[in-house]
């Protein structure tokens, strides 16, 4: 009689586990066990998304750093408002405002004093409003916007790497010549990261008084090393030439290790960004400080239509002499194309007319004035006649340059194209 209880209790048992199991396997469990699990992935995504600040404000109070403590506090406050967590900004630029009146909790960032020059007082970096700026997508090649991601997923996954013991103190070089976007590209990095973004033209660091430079080189970095930002250091040859070059004064080379110290130094408080146009001037020891480096040199055919098409926007040009444009700015940088295209919006609103594409050659041909011939190929025509230069771009592409397509270049009809390509005239009776 016991054994037959036991084992009809035994049985209900066991039949009760199989239906709760059945039971919350069936499909609203099922549902709330998912966005239970999303909840939770999310809280743990958005923790970790915080965690940088948080250890930056626990590292400041260890040190007694109250200033560390302020600005980064702050910058969690902005960065939880941007999420959608309002009450918590709130509450923590309460809490700043409590402990100290003179501090702006809604602009506290704008309120931050800069390093200036022990000498002269004046500042040594200025603030660049990235927000307020509105400009075009940076235009990239492939192996350039993969080095830029590699980059801004390392930065942002500070955290989940220090965790699993991976060094995550990283900087970027940036080296080509100018006008080639390396300030847009550092503008880029700092509204991706959600970072003011300090700029320090490194001409201006150097004091007239030597000795005072490696005192603003270390206002500089202390700064930065207090102030979530990125700190790009503009003509950064100007103070990182090679140690070696017997022009320079011996005081000055002393700078360079210096600079080379604070780089060491810097830890991970801060992104830094250096820019050049003379990368063959940098010091060996400098390069091996960035872990990232990034040539932004002239752009290529496909980037150059990219350009063209972001910066004519709303010009109506049509494919022909888009591709026409295209050619006629080999050599060209991204800042050359896109000063032309704003010469030619400029015109259209002033003179209210629909720029054609005699007029983006002109302009292009001014842009060469003072360029080399070794970059720009239009730099070899700008002083040419026009039958020259029909000439020159007919056997350049015959295909390309129709006759058609050069008297509309040129401002001539076809014929008189034709007559300059194919008959062979003198040129002082052409």
Same mark, same amino acid.
């Given at each position: ?187 880029? %990095? &700092?509204?991706?990261? +959600?970072?003011?973004?300090? !700029?320090?033209? =490194?001409?201006?660091?150097?004091? *007239?008084?030597?000795? @005072? ?25 100007? %103070? &990182?030439?090679?140690? +070696?070059?017997?022009?320079? !004064?011996?005081? =000055?080379?002393?700078?360079?290790? *210096?600079?080379?110290? @604070? ?168």
């Amino acid at each position: 009689m016991g054994e037959d209880c036991g084992a009809r209790g035994m049985g209900s048992f066991f039949g009760l586990k199989v239906n709760l199991a059945h039971f919350f396997s069936t499909a609203p469990f099922r549902s709330l066990d998912a966005r239970f699990t999303f909840c939770q992935n999310r809280f743990m995504a958005t923790e970790i998304r915080f965690m940088n600040e948080l250890f930056r404000i626990v590292g400041g109070a260890l040190r007694l750093d109250l200033d560390r403590v302020r600005n980064y506090t702050s910058f969690l406050a902005d960065k939880l408002e941007e999420s959608g967590d309002s009450s918590s900004a709130t509450r923590l630029r309460k809490m700043l405002d409590e402990t100290n009146h003179e501090l702006r909790p809604a602009n506290l960032r704008g309120a931050r004093t800069l390093p200036v020059d022990s000498d002269s007082r004046f500042p040594l970096i200025e603030r660049v409003n990235v927000r307020s700026l509105s400009e075009p997508p940076v235009v990239l090649s492939e192996e350039q916007s993969a080095t830029l991601r590699e980059f801004l997923s390392v930065v942002k996954s500070h955290a989940q790497l220090e965790a699993q013991g991976i060094p995550t103190d990283v900087s970027l070089l940036l080296y080509g010549p100018p006008g080639c976007g390396k300030s847009r590209v550092a503008r880029h %990095i &700092a509204r991706e990261l +959600g970072l003011e973004l300090y !700029l320090a033209r =490194l001409d201006g660091l150097i004091s *007239s008084y030597l000795g @005072s430079t490696s005192k603003n080189i270390r206002a500089l970095f202390d700064f930065a090393a207090q102030t979530p930002c990125v700190l790009f250091l503009d003509e950064f040859d100007a %103070i &990182a030439k090679l140690r +070696g070059d017997t022009q320079e !004064l011996g005081e =000055l080379k002393r700078v360079v290790n *210096s600079f080379i110290q @604070s780089l060491d130094t810097i830890g991970k408080e801060s992104i830094v960004l250096a820019a050049t146009n003379h990368a063959e001037l940098l010091d060996a020891a400098i390069w091996r400080r960035f872990t990232y480096r990034l040539e932004l040199s002239y752009p290529s055919p496909a980037m150059r239509a990219e350009m063209w098409l972001s910066f004519l926007n709303t010009m109506p040009f049509p494919q022909a002499d888009l591709e026409i444009l295209v050619d006629l700015s080999e050599g060209f940088s991204g800042s050359d194309i896109h000063d032309t295209c704003l010469r030619l919006h400029r015109r259209r609103v002033t003179e209210s007319i629909e720029p054609t594409l005699h007029d983006a050659f002109l302009t292009l041909l001014g842009v060469t004035v003072g360029s080399s011939s070794e970059t720009k190929f239009l730099s070899k025509l700008r002083l040419a006649t026009p039958r020259s230069i029909a000439i020159s771009l007919r056997e350049r592409d015959s295909q390309r340059y129709s006759h058609a397509a050069l008297g509309e270049l040129l401002g001539v009809s076809k014929s008189t194209a034709y007559r300059w390509t194919t008959l062979q005239e003198v040129e002082t009776n052409g």
